[in-house]
């Protein structure tokens, strides 16, 4: 795919994300993608197939009851990948994470294949992931 379809793909799955329309994001991704989440926190791992992949989601907004805010600064993309840097925020009753993150993925037969998340604070996103799985809990 020609670098600017590839860009296309991925402003379409940030567009869905960003109202919370995990399932639509989804329709962009292939059945056997995987996500990259690194760290510590519970939610990191290796998230394969699709099903894990929106599990994952859907957990990010389940904790933080949809409050999570993301603005993109840059897209960008050749004929095999994409990125973005994104300026994130999650919140909870009690925590609170504002950072950059670079997501990269690449892109096959038009739809994510790979996704990467790079934060720009890894121990903070531990921190708060860690905390806020304890604040739900409690």
Known sequence: MSAAENLKVMQQVYD????GDVERAATFWNEDCTHFYPGASP??????GI????????????ITQGR???TILDLGASEEAAY??????????????EMMFVNISTIVNG????????PEDQYA??????????????
Not at 16 to 19: G, N, P, V
Not at 43 to 48: E, K, M, N, R
Not at 84 to 97: F, G, I, M
Not at 111 to 118: E, G, M
Request: hydrophobic share 50%; net charge negative; charged share 20%.
């Open 111 to 118: 739809k994510i294949q790979d996704f990467w998340t790079l």
């Open 16 to 19: 869905a994300f960003l109202t």
């Open 84 to 97: 973005a840097r994104v300026h994130t925020e999650y919140r909870t009753d009690s925590q609170h994470l």
């Open 43 to 48: 939610l990191a791992g290796v998230h394969s």
């Open 68 to 70: 999570i805010t993301m």
């Open 125 to 138: 996103v531990d921190a708060f992931w860690t905390a806020a799985l304890a604040e739900q809990a409690a």
């Open 51 to 62: 099903e894990s992949a929106l599990g994952f989601a859907g957990k990010m907004f389940e």
